[in-house]
């Protein structure tokens, strides 16, 4: 592959991504958003793609590329899964806005948990250590909470303290936040273009 074999050019083509990192897992295409009048005339209306400019990347050596594209692929197999806890927490906060009291709201965290288990334990079993630790940072990202203080918020302190010194054992930390200017630049980076269907 090019970007292997002329790894000295320190520059990542775009046909090698997709063979590298699979193909795109948000597509976007241009959306038709009705008419404009400008100047007496009706002119139709599409809204655009964002779309984002970086420099390229210059990588030493074989090892910073090979841990590139290892990034994007960890991105890709857990962004998707932030995205939809996202979408989860939102849902169960909403409901449980709309119960009449304590009880009920404790009835209902309670099956709520049960199917958060069900339906989340099969895919996270699938995960390597990389790829659950960018998860811990991308739900901060996604929620703009740590998995410890969701867990602590909705579960409760006891379950966010066991949980989180269960993740300890193995170097991670549920109380892990995203920092997209400094520690996960290049990973801001990468999401940025993921979402944009450009990688």
């Avoid at 590139?68 to 996202?86: C, G, Q």
């Avoid at 909705?154 to 109380?175: E, H, M, P, Q, R």
Wanted: with cysteine; charged share 30%; net charge positive.
């Amino acid at each position: 592959m090019s970007c292997v074999s002329h790894l000295h050019a320190q520059q990542i083509q775009i046909e090698d991504m997709e063979e590298l990192t699979g193909s795109p897992i948000f597509r976007h295409g241009i959306g038709y958003a009705g008419v404009v009048e400008y100047e007496g005339e009706k002119i139709p209306w599409f809204v655009l793609n964002d779309v984002y400019i970086f420099k390229p990347l210059v990588f030493k050596n074989k090892r910073q590329v090979q841990k590139y594209y290892k990034l994007v692929n960890n991105i890709k197999k857990v962004y998707p899964i932030a995205v939809d806890i996202k979408r989860t927490i939102d849902a169960t906060v909403a409901h449980l806005d709309s119960l009449p009291d304590k009880k009920a709201k404790d009835e209902y965290m309670k099956k709520a948990e049960k199917e958060l288990k069900a339906k989340y334990t099969p895919q996270l079993k699938k995960l390597t250590f990389a790829q659950g630790k960018l998860l811990i940072k991308l739900i901060d990202r996604q929620t703009g909470d740590t998995s410890y203080a969701l867990i602590k918020q909705y579960i409760g302190s006891f379950k966010a303290t066991f949980w989180n010194t269960f993740a300890s054992l193995f170097g991670a930390s549920l109380k892990k936040e995203y920092d997209p200017e400094v520690d996960d630049r290049l990973t801001e980076r990468c999401i940025l273009l993921i979402e944009a269907g450009e990688l």
